[in-house]
């Protein structure tokens, strides 16, 4: 839905993902939509070492990088008296020390792309499980989307000085992979759970994303930007 966006509005957009042929198979849908462009390239950023192999191989093709998408995660659900610990591990890794390892490592490039006027874009995809109690027994994806909200503001503290703006977006039920099974059981329940009475669409996200990219967003940083239809203002009459 993001890469969507920027692609049809110019830009120059790299997938990454361990899994090399679902981006070139992404790539080349989203290379029909154009002016911009959708390159494929892969990349494991849930441990310090595919963080390193990853920015190594960008740094072969880039010299600055305009936006950050901090979108690759996980998830776990499972019942409170067999939650595991691995469930921790694996969703906090790629959630969110994933998150700061690779914005981290990547600033060089995002400092060589800001100025005071357009500055570079960090943006994170939180959820609104991190801000409200989730109904599902998802204990670590809860805990670390919390965690990615409070991260975004120390970032955004870190890296404001050197023209970098990070926020993050709260997002609501859409249709994802991680979604996927999800919504085919529950999701007219899903959608009846929100104000507005359905999920998210593509445009929904991809708007919000190219705000925060363009001109109207540069004064904006450190923002948990709720995108959820209105489900955490809806009453339980």
């Given at each position: ?146 965690a990615v909200h409070q991260l975004t503001k120390t970032l955004a503290n870190r ?79």
């Amino acid at each position: 839905m993001i890469a969507s966006g920027l692609v049809k509005n110019g830009a120059k957009v790299y997938l990454v993902s361990r899994k090399q042929s679902q981006c070139e198979a992404a790539a080349k849908e989203l290379n029909k939509e154009g002016p911009g462009s959708a390159v494929a390239i892969g990349g494991d950023v849930s441990s310090a070492d595919g963080v390193k192999e990853f920015v190594t191989k960008f740094k072969e093709v880039e010299k600055k990088l305009d936006i950050l998408v901090n979108n690759a995660g996980a998830n776990w659900g499972e019942s409170y008296e067999a939650f595991p610990e691995a469930a921790f591990d694996k969703v906090m890794a790629l959630n969110v020390k994933g998150v700061f390892l690779l914005t981290r490592d990547l600033t060089p490039l995002l400092k060589a792309a800001a100025t005071e006027e357009n500055p570079a874009r960090v943006i994170n995809i939180g959820s609104i499980d991190g801000i409200r109690i989730p109904e599902l027994e998802t204990y670590s994806y809860s805990a670390s989307k919390a965690a990615v909200h409070q991260l975004t503001k120390t970032l955004a503290n870190r890296l404001a000085s050197s023209n970098i703006t990070v926020n993050a977006i709260a997002a609501g039920p859409f249709q994802s992979k991680m979604m996927k099974v999800t919504l085919e059981k529950f999701g007219d329940v899903i959608a009846a759970g929100t104000l507005l009475g359905r999920i998210g669409s593509t445009e929904d996200m991809a708007g919000l994303c190219l705000f925060l990219s363009s001109r109207a967003g540069a004064w904006v940083t450190g923002a948990i930007l709720p995108l959820e239809g209105g489900v955490l203002s809806k009453a339980k009459l």
